[in-house]
């Protein structure tokens, strides 16, 4: 059975930093995206990671601030995230599929499992 869980959200100051993790079961060959979405907005991609290549995917949006990355020992990955600003405010999922989704396709409809979320805020 697959199984997402993300971890390691929080508030932090303008400029700050903060690591999601997202730890996958039953997962061995998929890409892992990673999904924010702000209060009445739509879900938006920002992140993919292949758990066997290792070759990631960003956002033009977060690009430059935000990396993926994993640990396979851990089927683990983490999205880092750096200079966090209070537009990067949003609920924050990890999610897979399973069927072929490629890299670079952060289309949300593509991914049916999720994980429960982990909260950011950004805030002064």
């Known amino acids: 059975q697959v199984q997402l869980v993300e971890s390691g959200g929080g508030s932090v100051p303008p400029g700050g930093s903060l690591r999601l993790s997202c730890a996958a079961s039953?997962?061995?060959?998929?890409?892992i995206g990673w999904f924010r979405q702000a209060a009445g907005k739509e879900r938006e991609g920002v992140a993919q990671i292949g758990l066997l290549s290792g070759l990631t995917y960003i956002a033009g949006s977060v690009q430059g601030r935000f990396t993926a990355s994993r640990d396979n020992a851990k089927n683990t990955v983490y999205l880092q995230m750096n200079s966090l600003k209070p537009e990067d405010t949003a609920m924050y999922y990890c999610?897979?599929?399973?069927?072929?989704?490629?890299?670079?396709?952060?289309?949300?409809?593509?991914?049916?499992?999720w994980g429960q979320g982990t909260q950011v805020t950004v805030s002064s």
């Open positions: 999610a897979a599929s399973e069927r072929v989704v490629l890299l670079g396709q952060l289309d949300p409809s593509k991914y049916n499992i």
């Open positions: 039953g997962l061995s060959y998929q890409h």
